[in-house]
């Protein structure tokens, strides 16, 4: 029953997630704009790769509708790319396997192998809160660049499909919240210390909506 209800509610805030997610990228794109292409409308005066973005996050949410993983798993999480960076990457759904320049970040982000990525996994995958599981996650696969393309789009759908999955709800980064993820994202990628973990986490805790529950 739980797992059905935030189905539900999973699906009623798909439009209002895919617009969140779609910032991430810059997008100039209004949520009337959005909600048009992802009823299937084209907009010519919209950027074909643009669009692209929109439709591929379309395509990724319904994947994790129709998912029932509750452990963190490496290949559903390249699934996940795969379809995000579809058209978009030149290696869609691969993980990278040469350092990254990340734009106001002060240092090179070294690749991370298969091996070290499923070790993590199954560090977390122990722990017993699973919120905080998720809390921790999302700043993992971020900073780490593991994929080339898409790396925040795929970490929080991938999070948000273990969210469904359990029943607890949906985490999104609403527009009004933007800047100040991104700042406190960026201070965290230079410096991975107690307090802008601290605050980064809050904002992500913050921002988990919760399925509401039935009477």
């Known amino acids: 029953m739980e797992k059905e209800l935030a189905i539900r509610f999973a ?16 997008l100039n794109m209004t949520f009337p704009e959005t909600e048009t292409i992802l009823a299937g409308i084209t907009l ?14 379309k395509r990724a949410w319904t ?15 390249k699934e996940i790319n795969m379809i995000i960076a579809k058209d978009i990457a030149v290696f869609p759904g691969e993980f990278r396997n040469t350092p990254s320049n990340v734009a106001g970040v002060n240092h090179n982000i070294n690749p991370l192998s298969e091996k ?20 921790e996650l999302i700043p993992f696969l971020i900073t780490n660049q593991l994929f080339w393309d898409g790396n925040k789009r795929t970490a929080f759908v991938f999070a948000n499909s273990i969210l469904i999955a359990l029943g607890i709800g949906v985490l999104t980064i609403p527009e009004s919240k933007y800047i100040e993820f991104a700042y406190a994202l ?10 802008n973990k601290i605050l980064l986490s809050y904002l992500l805790r913050e921002q988990i909506q919760r399925v509401p529950k039935n009477d």
């Open 11 to 26: 699906r009623s805030k798909a439009n209002e997630s895919i617009y969140n997610l779609s910032k991430f990228e810059h």
């Open 44 to 57: 010519d005066y919209v950027d074909k790769e643009e669009a692209l973005i929109i439709i591929n996050l």
């Open 63 to 77: 994947l994790i509708l129709n998912k029932n993983f509750k452990e963190l798993n490496i290949d559903f999480l």
């Open 116 to 135: 070290e990525i499923i070790s993590k996994f199954e560090t977390l995958n122990k722990m017993e809160d699973k919120i905080e599981m998720i809390i």
């Open 186 to 195: 960026n201070n965290f990628y230079n410096k991975d210390s107690e307090e």
